[in-house]
């Protein structure tokens, strides 16, 4: 079993709706946890990062962090064809501290 | 600022030749890691170093050494390409290992023939 599970998708949302992208991880002594957006042909770029239990937000994007059920989420809200690209996420886990990737969910924005 | 910077670019490799990928980061990082793409796969860690003078394996190490030569780089070997190594190579570095953002470089396209 990968550690960070992903849905593939892809997830098409229309322009302005809120794209909600889903991430589980295995190893419950992760600690940290990373959203990354790779554009095609690109490197990822970190879009967000959560710690503790519960929402962050930053500016149209919340990342949510729930710890009992293994689960993070991102949201995007008025969601814009700019931001269609491959979302991946990511965790820091056990005692080496390795950043491990799930697959990567690709999100769609139709104008 | 150049942050991490990948050489080469693009590279086509005929089964049985060996390569030397070379990544640096000028961010002053402690931590440094090689990553594969490949499509449905994601992003699988190879090998890391936590700091200098240190590595370890990471998800799927075999075929691949590394070497950190230094604060700054650190090159990922091939000693025999195989066409299974086909893939996109990112290097990436942290401040440190564990909760630190990752920056990455702009990969490298490698082709085995």
């Known amino acids: 079993q990968k550690e960070v599970e992903q849905n593939s998708g892809p997830l098409s949302v229309p322009e302005g709706a809120i794209a909600s992208l889903n991430c589980t991880y295995s190893?419950?002594?992760?600690?940290?946890f990373f959203w990354y957006r790779q554009y095609s042909g690109k490197s990822p770029e970190l879009i967000m990062f959560i710690y503790s239990n519960g929402d962050k937000e930053d500016g149209r994007f919340t990342a949510q962090l729930n710890k009992a059920s293994q689960y993070v989420s991102l949201l995007i809200r008025d969601s814009q064809p700019s931001d269609s690209a491959t979302y991946l996420c990511a965790a820091v886990a056990g005692s080496n501290y390795k950043l491990t990737f799930g697959k990567g969910t690709l999100l769609t924005v139709n104008p | 600022n150049a942050g991490v910077t990948q050489t080469p670019k693009f590279q086509v490799l005929k089964t049985g030749q060996s390569m030397t990928l070379q990544c640096a980061q000028d961010m002053n990082h402690n931590s440094m890691y090689w990553y594969r793409q490949d499509p449905g796969m994601g992003l699988r860690l190879i090998y890391y170093?936590?700091?200098?003078?240190?590595?370890d394996k990471g998800e799927v190490p075999n075929g691949y050494n590394v070497s950190r030569l230094n604060k700054r780089e650190f090159s990922l070997r091939l000693e025999s390409a195989a066409p299974s190594q086909t893939s996109v190579y990112f290097c990436?570095?942290?401040?440190?290992?564990?909760?630190?953002?990752?920056?990455f470089g702009q990969g490298t396209r490698l082709t085995v023939v």
């Open positions: 170093s936590a700091s200098e003078g240190t590595t």
């Open positions: 990436a570095s942290s401040e440190r290992v564990g909760n630190t953002e990752a920056f």
């Open positions: 190893d419950r002594g992760s600690q940290s």
